[in-house]
C-alpha cells in the first residue's frame, strides 16, 4: 500500500508562507494524481489543489494566486508553496494519491495523517 507522509506545518503571522511536503513510499507514486485537501476546525474536508505527474494542476478558488502545488517524481515528494497566509487558511492539512483527478474525497485512494496549520491575525 502507499504510504503519504505530510510535513512542513506550523504556526505563522497572517501575510507569511509556509512549504508543505508530502512524502510518498511503497508504491509507484510517479503513477498517481496527488491532491492537498484541508479541514478547519467545525469544516468539512475540502479540496486545495491537484497535480498530475506531467504537471498539470488546479486550486480551488479561494487559494488561486496564493498557493502552488508541484511535484518532483524523482523524490517521491509533493509540494504545496503558501503563500500570503490569512486566518482563515488555518487548518489540518491533507494529501492524497488516486488514479485520476478530482477535487472529491471519493476521488484519492490513499491518504496521509495531515499535518496542522495555524495562522494568527
Known amino acids: 500500500q502507499v504510504q503519504l507522509v505530510e510535513s512542513g506545518g506550523g504556526l505563522v503571522q497572517a501575510g507569511g508562507s509556509l512549504r508543505l511536503s508530502c512524502a510518498a513510499s511503497?508504491?509507484?507514486?510517479?503513477?498517481?494524481?496527488v491532491a492537498w485537501f484541508r479541514q478547519a476546525p467545525g469544516k468539512e474536508r475540502e479540496f486545495v489543489s491537484f497535480?498530475?505527474?506531467?504537471?498539470?494542476?488546479t486550486y480551488a478558488e479561494s487559494v488561486k494566486g496564493r498557493f502552488t502545488i508541484s511535484r518532483d517524481n524523482a523524490k517521491n515528494t509533493v509540494y504545496l508553496q503558501m503563500n500570503s497566509l490569512k486566518p482563515e487558511d488555518t487548518a489540518v492539512y491533507y494529501c492524497?494519491?488516486?488514479?485520476?483527478?478530482?477535487?472529491?474525497?471519493?476521488?484519492?485512494?490513499?491518504w496521509g495523517q495531515g499535518t496542522q496549520v495555524t495562522i494568527s491575525s
Open positions: 492524497a494519491a488516486g488514479s485520476r483527478t478530482g477535487t472529491r474525497l471519493a476521488d484519492y485512494r490513499y
Open positions: 511503497g508504491g509507484t507514486f510517479s503513477t498517481y494524481v
Open positions: 497535480c498530475t505527474r506531467s504537471g498539470d494542476y
